[in-house]
């Protein structure tokens, strides 16, 4: 039987644009383009065309490249007898690190100017690194719920 958790988390990264307004950016970036390639193909730039065609192309990949990488979670959960970190890359490809909570090491590194730059949890030799993708805020509210729910574990 599988023992209640002291503590669940699910950690993703943000994006600041949702998806009607990465709609609405590439309909007016698109439009703006379309507008402006009319002029330069009137005057006879054709070569500029081709120009046009890869800015949208180069902006619509690099947000695909985003929204994909935006993807990934990691579940992390603590029971009293178990803890799971348990990673989804955007592919779908996962992976997990378990140990006992009693054994688990959380190591937090800070920068004076930055905060949080890194967190890690380790047992006898082994680990993952946790959050790397979290912004500098969440990082700091999640070590401070992890590290109250490893020691609530520990009692």
Known sequence: MKEEPVFE??????RSLGRTGLVILVVLTASASIFHLGFFAIAGAWPIVGFFGLDLALLYGAFWLSYRSGR???FVTVSRTDLEVRKVAPSGRQSAFRCNPFWARFTVERHEEIGITHMRVSSRGDGTEVGSFLNPDDKESFA?????ALATARR
């Open 9 to 14: 988390a699910m950690l993703s990264p943000h």
């Open 144 to 148: 401070s719920a992890f590290q109250r």
């Open 72 to 74: 990934a979670r990691e």
